[in-house]
């Protein structure tokens, strides 16, 4: 007789088990040799070794899948459990279709959905440094974060760092309530809910809890050395020249790094110089990086967004600022 553990530290229980335990008792009832034991964040199975590793390979397999698709069902547990050992293999469960960067939480398929995002996916794949510039609305955060999840969950890289510089945008971080961590989540927002869309609650706060996931100011990367990391710089068109020759010298040892930005949005004082355009003009011939433009037929955003954008763009060309007419 021999005995086994397997923690579900980072799981929800319920998700896991289901309802009053509905999903525990079909694995049980398909290992009816095995003793197993549920308590808090740890599983046990006591049996013979031929049926401990039969168990704990394919309970491996249903966490993979709970993983990539953030849900399981008992047509899983029946599909995962119950096959036989010619019949199911890693690459089999979860395995994302054409386009599909990663499966979401509740099942939700997070794809590539317009030409250049899949093209920004597509030189993520080949190359370890990418650009990605475009107006707001494209999907390159989105995008970019789905691509650092996927890696994530395929184990090719050991974590995530997801930052961005904390610019000023006509408000005043001092006046805001809280201490400094208080004063600057709210910049960070849109990589949390970018993560939320992607990774199951539980997953989710273990990643940010052990520094799996790590979601900080551009300031707090400076010293480091990111090694097997997916780091992205977001909202790089408000990082100054130090700041990104900073961040893009932190890359380490098998790592992916993507720089995303809107170069019509600049925060940055007067006279200075965006980092992230200083960065693409220098970097462009430079060969192993990727620059990559997305425009407004990458936005997937309410269809207003596409009209605004092109507007502003007018506006600017045509220096037209005027106080509009009233009317009525």
């Known amino acids: 007789m021999g005995e086994r553990k397997i923690s579900i530290e980072s799981y929800s229980p ?5 309802v009053n335990d509905v999903y525990l008792d079909l694995i049980k009832s398909i290992f009816p040799k095995l003793r197993i034991i549920a308590r808090g964040d740890m599983i046990k199975a006591i049996g013979n070794e031929k049926d401990l590793n039969d168990f704990e390979r394919k309970f491996a397999l249903l966490l993979l899948s709970y993983d990539r698709f953030g849900k399981i069902s008992e047509h899983d547990i029946r599909q995962i459990m119950q096959a036989d050992e010619k019949e199911i293999s890693e690459p089999d469960v979860g395995k994302p279709g054409q386009d599909v960067l990663v499966h979401g939480r509740e099942g939700m398929i997070i794809k590539a959905r317009t030409k250049n995002q899949r093209k920004l996916a597509s030189c993520v794949d080949k190359t370890d440094l990418v650009f990605a510039i475009g107006p707001a609305g ?3 955060t989105y995008t970019a974060v789905a691509l650092a999840v996927r890696a994530l969950k395929n184990k090719t890289v050991k974590r995530i760092i997801l930052t961005r510089p904390a610019v000023e945008a006509g408000e005043n971080l001092g006046f805001l309530p809280g201490d400094l961590k208080d004063k600057l989540d709210p910049y960070l927002q849109p990589l949390y809910d970018a993560l939320r869309d992607m990774l199951p609650t539980q997953k989710l ?3 940010l809890e052990d520094g799996t996931i790590e979601v900080a100011p551009l300031a707090f990367m400076r ?5 097997h990391a997916f780091a992205i710089l ?16 932190r890359m380490g040892r098998s790592a992916k790094f993507i720089v995303t930005g809107d170069i019509t949005q600049i925060d940055l004082p007067p006279r200075q110089t965006s980092g992230l355009i200083h960065g693409m003009n220098i970097l462009k011939d430079t060969a192993g990086i990727d620059i990559i433009f997305l425009d407004e037929k990458d936005i997937i955003r309410h269809k207003l967004v596409s009209s605004i954008i092109k507007a502003y763009d007018q506006s600017g060309k045509s220096g037209t600022s ?3 007419e009233k009317t009525g």
């Open 14 to 18: 319920l998700e896991l088990y289901g």
């Open 138 to 140: 494209t999907g390159k």
């Open 205 to 207: 706060l273990s990643y």
């Open 223 to 227: 010293g480091r050395t990111l090694d």
């Open 234 to 249: 977001d909202e790089a068109q408000n990082a100054t020249i130090p700041q990104i020759k900073m961040f893009l010298t």
């Open 322 to 324: 005027k106080n509009p």
